[in-house]
């Protein structure tokens, strides 16, 4: 279980002070797909990078089962992200290496033996269906295979979380439904709790089964999918369903 207790991030940029977050309060459940959706600016992206620490708060914390994480540093700190793994929109994906090279790559970093790491990359790589594809390069791959290879490489440490900061908005329609049925079937299949960041309203009534509005550096609006979408309480939700004009 995550737990965001009384989050706040403020940035203070040439003496000019801006919050990112406000006195933010969640709990993401183990097993849930959980979407966060805002338009751009809200502070989804801050939020969960708060999450795995890549952005310390200001005040609040980060309880992991039941643990306050939010202090920790060194080894603490590069075990716990061991056991989160992250999806960006732009695939990060390393040019000079091969797509299997990019999958083991964590493994690289942890001090694994070359051939256990070649073995859970092959392994990985089979299950995104890009086996074949483990000795070419990024760019000769399209986007959604792209994003798959950084699917697989999220899940080399075997996370219990992994993290998407907007992991669909570079890809066409089809490409993410079939990137969304992987992330459902991973989370299916492994028990891998997801953490979905998002502007576009269908992922989230595609995927999630819990859902928080963020607006404004707060959230104005939380519970399961189906409540929320069927019956929005705050603008912000109407506004991104459609229900209500941006101009109105």
């Not at 070419?136 to 290879?149: A, K």
């Amino acid at each position: 279980m995550i737990q965001l207790k009384n989050l706040s991030k403020t940035f203070s940029t040439r003496g000019v002070e801006h919050t990112a977050l406000e006195d933010v309060t969640l709990t993401i459940e183990d097993g849930d797909i959980f979407g966060i959706i805002g338009i751009s600016g809200a502070g989804k992206s801050t939020l969960v990078r708060c999450v795995n620490l890549l952005e310390k708060p200001t005040s609040g914390s980060v309880v992991i089962d039941g643990v306050d994480v939010t202090g920790f540093e060194g080894r603490q700190l590069s075990d716990l992200r061991a056991t989160i793994g992250m999806i960006f929109q732009d695939f990060n994906l390393l040019a000079q290496r091969t797509v299997l090279e990019n999958v083991t790559f964590p493994l690289e970093i942890r001090g694994d033996d070359r051939a256990d790491r070649e073995a859970r990359g092959m392994e990985l790589l089979d299950l995104v269906g890009l086996a074949v594809k483990a000795r070419q390069y990024p760019s000769q791959l399209s986007g959604g295979q792209q994003q798959r290879v950084s699917i697989a490489r999220a899940l080399a440490n075997r996370p219990r979380v992994i993290l998407c900061d907007e992991a669909t908005s570079a890809l066409d329609s089809l490409t993410t439904n079939s990137v969304l049925k992987l992330l459902r079937q991973i989370n299916r299949e492994m028990g891998v709790t997801m953490v979905i960041i998002t502007h576009e309203i269908g992922v989230v009534e595609k995927i999630c089964n819990r859902v928080a509005v963020i607006d404004g550096s707060r959230i104005v609006e939380q519970g399961s999918a189906a409540d929320v979408l069927a019956d929005p309480q705050a603008d912000v939700t109407r506004r991104l369903l459609g229900r209500v004009r941006w101009d109105a």
